[in-house]
């Protein structure tokens, strides 16, 4: 398989989310989720696409080892191979992974200011200038408005595209506008909202925030993927 024929199976297409909508300089997206329903499986999938599409993805995680976080992508795109039927999936890979770095850092000392460093590191030594960047773990619940903000500000000034994923609680009622309570006071900086939620034996990714919004797909609960 070929990275144009990985376009070709865009697995968003249902939510109407295509590559441009991945990397829009100096916008934010969110995919929130309670524990276990799939908010890493979702994000990396959106990153494997991205990828097929030729877009840089700077995978940021603030829980997770690098080999860890690999194992996520390893699975993902074999289930899609799997999917997809494809007759090369080695091949098809190896075609792609260029476009991904993974970067891990503690989330206890996690800071715009440490983050900037790192991507200007790769940046000035021609090692990596990322179109997208993922940040898994992000702690909501100890940051505020200042922080989301820099953080806008920064993926300005770089021009990627940042995605974070939000978790989400069962026993807390959301805000006003019907938003997870992690996302009150912020939720006008993002641009792009995905959920996932689960309804009787269904879990359904629903575009909550875009130009998409109100759209709603399936997940498979043993893939992860995208009906």
């Known amino acids: 398989m070929t990275k ?9 297409g ?18 929130m989720a309670r524990a276990g329903l799939g908010k890493t499986s979702l994000v990396v999938q959106m990153a494997l696409h991205a990828m097929a599409c030729g877009k840089k993805v700077l995978h940021v995680s603030l829980d997770e ?5 690999s194992v996520w992508y390893n699975e993902m795109f074999a289930n899609l191979a799997d ?13 792609i992974l260029p476009n991904r770095m993974i970067l891990t850092m503690n989330v206890d000392g996690f800071s715009m200011a440490r983050l900037e460093e790192r991507i200007n590191d790769l940046v ?11 940040i898994d773990g992000y702690p909501f619940e100890e940051k505020g408005r200042a922080d989301m903000e820099e953080l806008k500000a920064l993926a300005s ?4 595209f940042a995605l974070f994923t939000v978790k989400t609680h069962r026993h807390e009622a959301p805000a006003e506008n ?16 995905l959920q996932i939620i689960p309804e009787n034996n269904t879990i359904y990714v629903k575009s909550v925030k875009g130009s998409k ?6 997940l498979d609960p043993e893939t992860m993927i995208i009906r």
Do not use: H
């Open 4 to 12: 144009k024929e990985l376009i070709f199976r865009n697995p968003f």
């Open 14 to 31: 249902a939510l109407g989310i295509d590559c441009d909508d991945m990397i829009n300089g100096g916008e934010l997206g969110a995919v």
């Open 65 to 69: 080892p690098v080999n860890k976080v």
């Open 83 to 95: 999917l997809n039927r494809v007759e090369e999936p080695q091949s098809a890979y190896d075609e």
């Open 124 to 134: 000035e030594q021609d090692l990596f200038n990322p179109d997208m960047m993922i």
């Open 157 to 160: 000034r770089m021009g990627y």
């Open 178 to 193: 019907g938003l997870p309570v992690q996302l009150a006071g912020v939720d006008d900086i993002f641009s792009t909202m």
């Open 213 to 218: 919004a109100d759209k709603k797909a399936v």
